[in-house]
């Protein structure tokens, strides 16, 4: 009988001990789980994203497809938004950028005349402001505002680290309306081929919208001539249509060459 009891408070004194150090093993993995830090923009910037349905929306997306009306045809895009994976198709060629390479398929009598390496993600990126001002690796900074048709708008310039995408040499200038803090108009340059800051400027207009899953996304963009920061006429538009936001990964056989 005493060597039951003696058995019973060794077992029950283990269990104490196996107890108390699984809670102190539960007590320090606690200690050493750190939420990331949120990151903090620019008020106004801020003002901006929340006028087209805030950044945290964006962000619970995981793709956006889109067409682009052309006079040559339709050009379907897809871009995968977390890693930036990209998909161009047209009746005449495909571009895809799978994660590690860019690559072009040209249909039987046509040659591509750009660049895919600079083209693949040009468009999406044009499409998808304000939200991807929101990248690691940018610095801003406020700047004049622009006036067009005697309304001013206030500007955030945007430039990036050395070692950030194809063209950290690239520059942005985001230009929203002061009445209902959405986007209006974006200047930027273009550093791909020179590899060197620019000070020549180009501008697109903001001017037409579309909700899309409750997000404010571009319906047209349309292209002004300017002579530095005093902008001209217009050149051109761009008509978007079909879009597309997806909460689900898409595979990753959509981004890679078809065989022919």
């Known amino acids: ?18 107890d108390a150090k699984e809670e102190a093993v539960i007590e320090t ?3 050493v789980i750190v939420e990331t830090p949120k990151k903090v923009y620019p008020k106004n910037l801020t003002k901006v994203f929340n006028a087209h349905g805030t950044l945290e929306a964006w962000n619970s997306f995981r793709s956006l497809s889109f067409t682009m009306k052309k006079e040559k045809g339709d050009e379907l895009t897809i871009t995968d938004l ?12 495909k571009i ?49 505002a622009l006036e067009f048709d005697g309304k001013i708008y206030p500007g955030i310039k945007i430039s990036y680290g050395n070692d950030i995408g194809e063209s950290p040499e690239d520059e942005y200038i985001l230009y929203y309306d002061i009445e209902t803090n959405k986007m209006a108009w974006l200047g930027y340059t273009v550093t791909y081929f020179t590899k060197e800051k620019s000070k020549d400027w180009h501008f697109i207009r903001y001017s037409e919208w579309q909700n ?15 002579e ?33």
């Open 29 to 31: 993995v606690k200690e």
């Open 212 to 226: 899309v899953e409750g997000l404010v996304l571009p319906k047209t963009l349309s292209w002004y001539k300017a």
């Open 1 to 18: 009988m005493k060597k039951l009891i003696v058995l019973a408070l060794t077992l029950s004194l283990f269990n104490c001990k196996k």
């Open 96 to 144: 895809g950028y799978n994660g590690k390479e860019t690559w072009l398929q040209e249909n039987e009598g046509f040659k591509y005349k750009s660049n895919p390496q600079f083209y693949y993600n040009l468009m999406f990126y044009f499409y998808a402001m304000p939200y991807v001002l929101a990248d690691d690796g940018i610095t801003y900074t406020d700047v004049d």
């Open 82 to 93: 977390k890693d930036r994976r990209s998909f161009i198709e047209t009746k005449d060629f």
């Open 228 to 260: 530095g920061f005093k902008i001209g006429d217009k050149r051109n538009d761009l008509e978007f249509t079909d879009i597309k936001l997806s909460k689900y990964k898409m595979e990753a056989s959509q981004f890679e060459k078809p065989l022919k």
